[in-house]
Protein backbone atom coordinates (compact mmCIF):
# COMPACT_ATOMS: atom_id res chain seq x y z
CA UNK A 1 0.00 0.00 0.00
CA UNK A 2 2.62 2.09 0.28
CA UNK A 3 5.27 2.71 -2.86
CA UNK A 4 8.21 2.61 -1.24
CA UNK A 5 7.94 -0.18 0.74
CA UNK A 6 5.41 -2.37 -1.37
CA UNK A 7 1.81 -3.82 -0.44
CA UNK A 8 0.98 -5.03 3.08
CA UNK A 9 -0.79 -8.37 3.81
CA UNK A 10 -4.49 -8.10 4.47
CA UNK A 11 -4.46 -6.80 8.25
CA UNK A 12 -7.13 -5.38 10.66
CA UNK A 13 -7.54 -3.31 14.02
CA UNK A 14 -10.55 -3.50 16.07
CA UNK A 15 -10.97 -0.29 17.88
CA UNK A 16 -13.14 0.08 20.83
CA UNK A 17 -14.29 2.88 22.57
CA UNK A 18 -14.81 1.35 25.90
CA UNK A 19 -11.56 -0.17 28.46
CA UNK A 20 -10.29 -3.59 28.10
CA UNK A 21 -12.12 -4.30 31.16
CA UNK A 22 -15.17 -3.89 28.87
CA UNK A 23 -14.14 -5.22 26.26
CA UNK A 24 -13.02 -8.61 27.59
CA UNK A 25 -16.03 -10.72 28.27
CA UNK A 26 -17.41 -10.64 24.09
CA UNK A 27 -13.73 -10.61 22.61
CA UNK A 28 -13.46 -14.01 24.61
CA UNK A 29 -16.44 -15.02 22.66
CA UNK A 30 -15.18 -14.62 19.34
CA UNK A 31 -13.01 -17.44 19.95
CA UNK A 32 -10.07 -16.15 18.09
CA UNK A 33 -6.50 -15.38 18.77
CA UNK A 34 -6.75 -12.06 19.71
CA UNK A 35 -4.37 -9.26 21.49
CA UNK A 36 -6.22 -6.55 23.43
CA UNK A 37 -4.47 -3.57 25.09
CA UNK A 38 -5.72 -0.22 26.25
CA UNK A 39 -5.72 2.46 23.67
CA UNK A 40 -5.99 5.55 24.96
CA UNK A 41 -8.70 7.33 27.06
CA UNK A 42 -12.00 5.29 26.96
CA UNK A 43 -10.27 3.02 24.21
CA UNK A 44 -9.47 -0.30 23.58
CA UNK A 45 -7.38 -1.68 20.62
CA UNK A 46 -7.90 -5.42 19.39
CA UNK A 47 -5.19 -7.06 17.05
CA UNK A 48 -6.15 -10.22 15.51
CA UNK A 49 -3.81 -12.73 14.15
CA UNK A 50 -5.84 -13.12 11.01
CA UNK A 51 -6.15 -16.93 10.16
CA UNK A 52 -9.69 -16.27 8.64
CA UNK A 53 -8.59 -14.86 5.87
CA UNK A 54 -4.99 -16.21 5.90
CA UNK A 55 -6.09 -19.62 5.92
CA UNK A 56 -9.73 -19.58 4.58
CA UNK A 57 -9.22 -16.80 1.82
CA UNK A 58 -12.26 -14.83 3.30
CA UNK A 59 -11.81 -11.35 2.31
CA UNK A 60 -10.86 -9.14 5.48
CA UNK A 61 -13.54 -6.86 5.22
CA UNK A 62 -16.15 -9.58 5.69
CA UNK A 63 -14.40 -11.25 9.00
CA UNK A 64 -14.04 -7.82 10.91
CA UNK A 65 -17.31 -6.43 9.76
CA UNK A 66 -18.69 -9.68 11.59
CA UNK A 67 -16.35 -9.39 14.37
CA UNK A 68 -17.11 -5.58 14.68
CA UNK A 69 -21.13 -6.16 14.60
CA UNK A 70 -20.94 -9.00 17.72
CA UNK A 71 -18.77 -6.70 19.49
CA UNK A 72 -20.87 -3.77 19.30
CA UNK A 73 -24.58 -5.61 19.67
CA UNK A 74 -23.32 -7.48 22.70
CA UNK A 75 -22.00 -4.78 24.05
CA UNK A 76 -24.98 -2.23 23.52
CA UNK A 77 -23.41 0.98 24.95
CA UNK A 78 -20.43 1.44 23.08
CA UNK A 79 -19.28 1.64 19.86
CA UNK A 80 -16.72 -0.61 17.60
CA UNK A 81 -14.63 0.69 14.86
CA UNK A 82 -12.64 -1.88 12.26
CA UNK A 83 -9.59 -0.47 10.66
CA UNK A 84 -8.75 -3.16 7.44
CA UNK A 85 -6.22 -3.71 4.59
CA UNK A 86 -5.43 -5.84 2.01
CA UNK A 87 -3.32 -5.51 -1.48
CA UNK A 88 -6.15 -3.55 -3.40
CA UNK A 89 -7.69 -1.75 -0.63
CA UNK A 90 -8.64 -0.42 3.10
CA UNK A 91 -11.44 0.87 4.62
CA UNK A 92 -13.47 1.37 7.81
CA UNK A 93 -16.47 -0.39 9.42
CA UNK A 94 -18.51 1.34 12.17
CA UNK A 95 -20.79 -1.07 14.30
CA UNK A 96 -22.89 0.61 17.20
CA UNK A 97 -26.03 -1.13 18.61
CA UNK A 98 -28.51 -2.60 16.19
CA UNK A 99 -28.09 0.00 14.33
CA UNK A 100 -26.86 -0.96 10.46
CA UNK A 101 -22.70 -0.98 10.03
CA UNK A 102 -21.21 2.24 8.23
CA UNK A 103 -18.36 1.54 6.49
CA UNK A 104 -15.92 3.50 3.98
CA UNK A 105 -13.00 2.31 1.36
CA UNK A 106 -10.27 4.05 -0.51
CA UNK A 107 -7.92 1.79 -2.94
CA UNK A 108 -4.86 1.29 -2.71
CA UNK A 109 -3.23 4.42 -4.00
CA UNK A 110 -5.87 6.15 -1.84
CA UNK A 111 -8.18 6.80 -4.14
CA UNK A 112 -11.72 7.58 -2.38
CA UNK A 113 -14.94 5.32 -2.96
CA UNK A 114 -17.38 5.88 -0.22
CA UNK A 115 -19.77 8.25 -0.15
CA UNK A 116 -19.41 11.75 1.91
CA UNK A 117 -22.51 10.94 4.34
CA UNK A 118 -21.03 7.75 5.12
CA UNK A 119 -18.49 9.54 6.68
CA UNK A 120 -20.36 11.93 8.31
CA UNK A 121 -22.28 9.54 9.54
CA UNK A 122 -19.06 7.77 11.37
CA UNK A 123 -18.59 11.11 13.07
CA UNK A 124 -21.79 11.55 14.72
CA UNK A 125 -22.07 7.83 15.80
CA UNK A 126 -18.84 8.21 17.22
CA UNK A 127 -19.78 11.47 18.93
CA UNK A 128 -17.14 13.62 17.21
CA UNK A 129 -17.45 17.21 16.74
CA UNK A 130 -19.89 17.95 14.54
CA UNK A 131 -18.01 21.08 12.84
CA UNK A 132 -14.32 20.82 13.66
CA UNK A 133 -13.66 17.10 13.41
CA UNK A 134 -16.25 16.43 10.30
CA UNK A 135 -13.59 19.49 8.97
CA UNK A 136 -10.39 17.29 9.65
CA UNK A 137 -12.21 14.52 8.33
CA UNK A 138 -12.91 15.78 4.89
CA UNK A 139 -9.95 15.99 3.27
CA UNK A 140 -9.87 11.52 4.03
CA UNK A 141 -12.82 11.53 0.91
CA UNK A 142 -11.30 14.11 -1.21
CA UNK A 143 -8.34 13.33 -4.48
CA UNK A 144 -4.76 13.31 -3.20
CA UNK A 145 -1.71 11.95 -4.77
CA UNK A 146 0.35 11.67 -2.25
CA UNK A 147 -1.89 9.98 0.00
CA UNK A 148 -2.53 6.37 -0.85
CA UNK A 149 -4.30 3.93 1.51
CA UNK A 150 -2.46 3.62 4.61
CA UNK A 151 -2.12 7.10 4.89
CA UNK A 152 -5.69 7.59 5.01
CA UNK A 153 -6.17 4.75 8.00
CA UNK A 154 -2.98 7.23 9.34
CA UNK A 155 -4.68 9.97 8.85
CA UNK A 156 -8.01 8.66 10.39
CA UNK A 157 -6.53 7.57 13.45
CA UNK A 158 -5.04 10.97 14.11
CA UNK A 159 -8.77 12.85 13.69
CA UNK A 160 -9.91 10.05 16.10
CA UNK A 161 -6.66 11.14 18.41
CA UNK A 162 -9.01 14.13 19.45
CA UNK A 163 -11.36 11.82 21.26
CA UNK A 164 -8.73 10.15 23.29
CA UNK A 165 -7.62 7.67 20.87
CA UNK A 166 -3.66 6.55 21.62
CA UNK A 167 -2.54 3.25 19.56
CA UNK A 168 0.09 1.53 21.68
CA UNK A 169 3.91 2.49 19.70
CA UNK A 170 4.23 0.37 17.09
CA UNK A 171 0.55 -0.57 15.95
CA UNK A 172 0.12 1.33 13.12
CA UNK A 173 -2.69 0.34 10.39
CA UNK A 174 -1.34 -0.69 7.27
CA UNK A 175 1.46 -3.10 8.62
CA UNK A 176 1.55 -6.73 8.37
CA UNK A 177 -0.31 -8.69 11.25
CA UNK A 178 2.77 -10.14 12.72
CA UNK A 179 4.23 -6.72 13.47
CA UNK A 180 1.23 -5.35 14.88
CA UNK A 181 1.24 -8.60 17.09
CA UNK A 182 4.65 -7.95 17.79
CA UNK A 183 4.49 -4.17 18.88
CA UNK A 184 1.19 -4.64 20.38
CA UNK A 185 3.02 -7.76 22.94
CA UNK A 186 5.97 -5.62 23.67
CA UNK A 187 3.80 -2.89 24.76
CA UNK A 188 2.07 -5.38 27.08
CA UNK A 189 -1.12 -6.16 25.15
CA UNK A 190 -2.64 -9.27 26.95
CA UNK A 191 -3.41 -12.46 24.76
CA UNK A 192 -6.99 -13.26 25.09
CA UNK A 193 -7.25 -17.19 25.54
CA UNK A 194 -10.86 -19.32 25.26
CA UNK A 195 -12.13 -20.15 28.72
CA UNK A 196 -14.19 -22.66 27.74
CA UNK A 197 -18.11 -22.01 27.98
CA UNK A 198 -17.97 -22.39 31.78
CA UNK A 199 -15.09 -19.33 32.09
CA UNK A 200 -16.73 -17.22 29.23
CA UNK A 201 -20.17 -17.07 31.65
CA UNK A 202 -18.14 -16.32 34.69
CA UNK A 203 -16.16 -13.73 32.65
CA UNK A 204 -19.55 -12.07 31.56
CA UNK A 205 -21.19 -12.19 34.75
CA UNK A 206 -18.31 -10.58 36.68
CA UNK A 207 -18.30 -8.08 33.49
CA UNK A 208 -22.22 -7.02 34.42
CA UNK A 209 -21.93 -7.25 37.98
CA UNK A 210 -19.07 -4.74 37.70
CA UNK A 211 -20.32 -2.82 34.15
CA UNK A 212 -22.16 0.52 34.13
CA UNK A 213 -25.02 -0.91 32.09
CA UNK A 214 -27.64 0.17 34.28
CA UNK A 215 -31.18 -0.63 33.36
CA UNK A 216 -29.90 -3.56 30.51
CA UNK A 217 -28.66 -5.67 33.69
CA UNK A 218 -32.42 -6.64 34.18
CA UNK A 219 -36.07 -6.06 34.08
CA UNK A 220 -37.94 -5.59 31.04
CA UNK A 221 -34.64 -3.91 29.09
CA UNK A 222 -33.01 -6.49 29.72
CA UNK A 223 -35.06 -9.42 28.22
CA UNK A 224 -35.58 -7.01 25.61
CA UNK A 225 -31.89 -6.41 24.76
CA UNK A 226 -30.98 -10.48 25.19
CA UNK A 227 -34.49 -11.35 23.32
CA UNK A 228 -33.17 -9.37 20.03
CA UNK A 229 -29.37 -10.47 20.25
CA UNK A 230 -30.89 -13.96 20.30
CA UNK A 231 -33.27 -13.08 17.20
CA UNK A 232 -30.37 -11.55 15.18
CA UNK A 233 -27.87 -14.05 16.46
CA UNK A 234 -29.56 -17.64 15.19
CA UNK A 235 -30.59 -16.33 11.52
CA UNK A 236 -26.27 -14.94 10.95
CA UNK A 237 -25.02 -17.78 12.69
CA UNK A 238 -26.56 -20.41 10.47
CA UNK A 239 -26.29 -17.67 7.50
CA UNK A 240 -22.70 -18.15 8.16
CA UNK A 241 -22.51 -21.52 8.75
CA UNK A 242 -24.38 -22.12 4.88
CA UNK A 243 -21.86 -19.50 3.42
CA UNK A 244 -18.84 -21.16 5.59
CA UNK A 245 -17.58 -17.36 6.40
CA UNK A 246 -15.64 -17.32 10.01
CA UNK A 247 -16.66 -13.96 10.65
CA UNK A 248 -20.15 -14.24 10.72
CA UNK A 249 -20.43 -17.44 12.23
CA UNK A 250 -18.17 -16.08 14.98
CA UNK A 251 -20.44 -13.42 15.08
CA UNK A 252 -23.76 -15.28 15.55
CA UNK A 253 -22.36 -17.11 17.87
CA UNK A 254 -21.65 -14.36 19.98
CA UNK A 255 -24.85 -12.56 19.88
CA UNK A 256 -26.36 -16.31 20.70
CA UNK A 257 -23.84 -16.38 23.31
CA UNK A 258 -24.86 -13.30 25.43
CA UNK A 259 -28.91 -13.14 24.40
CA UNK A 260 -29.04 -16.70 26.00
CA UNK A 261 -26.87 -15.49 29.17
CA UNK A 262 -28.53 -12.18 29.15
CA UNK A 263 -31.76 -13.63 29.74
CA UNK A 264 -30.74 -16.37 32.24
CA UNK A 265 -28.81 -13.74 34.03
CA UNK A 266 -32.17 -11.21 34.30
CA UNK A 267 -34.03 -14.98 35.02
CA UNK A 268 -31.69 -15.33 37.74
CA UNK A 269 -31.61 -11.74 39.36
CA UNK A 270 -35.06 -12.53 39.85
CA UNK A 271 -35.14 -15.10 42.52
Avoid at 165 to 183: N, S
Wanted: glycine share 12%; charged share 25%.
Amino acid sequence: MNATSGPSPAGALLLCRADPTAVRPPAQLLRERLLLAPAGADWSVLVPEGKPWQDGGEPVERVVTGWATALAVSAATWPVLALWWDRDRAGITLAAGFRRTVGYTWLADGTPVGEDEAMRTFADRLGLDPVLDVQALEPLTLPDPEADARTRLVGLVAVLARTGLDLPAGVDPGDAPERLREAALADGAEQLEWPGWRGAVLDELDAVEEGPLGPYVRGPRARLLGGAQLAVGVPLLLWGLRRRSGGWTAAGAVLVAHGALGLAYDRLREH
